[in-house]
């Protein structure tokens, strides 16, 4: 069964950059057929996703979002990473990082979520 | 305000049966892109309930189903348990936004 574990600063000040890391574990993040993704949820708002990225390193994002997010994947570490460069208290979110499935779109293992809040 | 549409909050007695909506439009669910429902329980971390419209993961129970028809999908609970009180999403794709989108989230509430 795989797990995922984001891990990040809970804390960042506005026009920063928001990094967080998902570990993977009890699987590959090499195992075909997935892609490796970022969601987050405003308080009381709908989830929002954010973007997604392949072993193979390509990666796609939302398009609200994209001029300032980037994902990447180390895959010796079994981790996926997300950078937010610019933040505003409007980033302010529940960060999720999720295994998606490739064919169909959907997400079959989640992380817990870590808060992460924009202030000064 | 959510690309797919669900109701905020429903609620049921245990042992009754519950639906739950989510309503996209031509470019997401009427487009023919499936839709999944996932369930959160409070501090935990979303879990998949439906994958592609109608199936579900090993462990889910038979008491939870999903259809879908035209631009709109529904989630149905029978049988209801104090422990199936959590919130409910439902996520599809949108071609327009060239992207996931997810429904806002509905509470169920069991009475």
């Known amino acids: 069964q795989v797990q995922l574990q984001e891990s990040g600063p809970g804390l960042v000040k506005p026009s920063q950059t928001l990094s967080l890391t998902c570990t993977v574990s009890g699987g590959s993040i090499r195992s075909g057929g997935y892609y490796w993704s970022w969601i987050r949820q405003h308080p009381g708002k709908a989830l929002e996703w954010i973007g997604y990225?392949?072993?193979?390193?390509?990666?796609y994002s939302n398009p609200s979002l994209k001029s300032r997010v980037s994902i990447s994947v180390d895959t010796s570490k079994n981790q996926f990473s997300l950078r937010l460069n610019s933040v505003t208290a409007a980033d302010t979110a529940v960060y999720y990082c999720?295994?998606?499935?490739?064919?169909?779109?959907?997400?079959?293992?989640w992380g817990q979520g870590t808060l992460v809040t924009v202030s000064s | 305000q959510s690309v797919l549409t669900q109701p905020p909050s429903v609620s049921g007695a245990p042992g009754q049966g519950v639906t739950i909506s989510c309503t996209g439009s031509?470019?997401?669910?009427?487009?023919?892109?499936?839709v999944n429902w996932y369930v959160r329980l409070p501090g935990t971390a979303p879990k998949l309930l439906i994958y592609v419209n109608t199936n579900r993961p090993s462990g889910v129970p038979e008491r939870f189903s999903g259809s879908k028809s035209g631009t709109s999908a529904s989630l149905a609970i029978t049988g209801l348990q104090a422990e199936d009180g959590a919130d409910y999403f439902c996520q599809s794709y949108d071609s327009s936004l060239s992207g996931v989108v997810f429904g806002g989230g509905t509470k169920l509430t069991v009475l």
């Open positions: 031509s470019s997401n669910i009427g487009a023919g892109y499936n």
């Open positions: 999720a295994r998606g499935v490739s064919t169909d779109d959907y997400f079959n293992s």
């Open positions: 990225i392949y072993y193979s390193g390509n990666a």
